[in-house]
C-alpha cells in the first residue's frame, strides 16, 4: 500500500493513530499560515485537539503524485469557523514515512 493510501484510509476512518505512523520521527511541518513549523509531537497534539470536534472534513483528497521520494496530493478542508481551503501538500519521504509537509492553501469561502 502507498503511502498516499495509508494517508487517506487514516484521514477517511479518523484513524490518529494510523496517521501519526506515517510521520517519521524527524517530521516538521511548515505551516503555510504563518511558515511557522511543528514537530511530530506537535502534529500529535493538535491531532488530539481535533479528534471527536466538529466542522472539519477533508474531502476530494487525491494524489498527484508519488514516489519513494515525494508525495504530492490535493484536497479540500472545511473548518469548524465555516471556511474551508483548497489544499495542496508537498510530503518529503524518508524510509516510507512523512519526514516533511509543506502547505499551500487557496481560501474557497
Not at 490518529?16 to 524527524?26: G, I, M, N, Q
Not at 498527484?64 to 508537498?90: C, K, Q, R, W
Request: contains cysteine; aromatic residues 6%.
Amino acid at each position: 500500500m502507498s503511502v498516499f493510501e495509508k494517508l487517506k484510509a487514516s484521514m477517511d476512518n479518523e484513524d490518529t493513530p494510523a496517521f501519526l505512523a506515517l510521520l517519521h520521527d524527524d517530521f516538521v511541518f511548515v505551516r503555510h499560515q504563518s511558515d511557522s513549523t511543528m514537530s511530530k509531537a506537535d502534529m500529535a497534539a493538535m491531532m488530539a485537539e481535533m479528534e471527536g470536534a466538529t466542522g472539519w472534513s477533508v474531502e476530494n483528497q487525491r494524489c498527484i503524485y508519488e514516489n519513494d521520494d515525494i508525495l504530492v496530493e490535493h484536497s479540500v478542508m472545511t473548518f469548524p469557523d465555516g471556511t474551508s481551503e483548497a489544499i495542496l501538500a508537498a510530503h518529503t519521504l524518508k524510509d516510507g514515512q512523512i519526514v516533511r509537509m509543506e502547505t499551500g492553501a487557496t481560501l474557497l469561502t
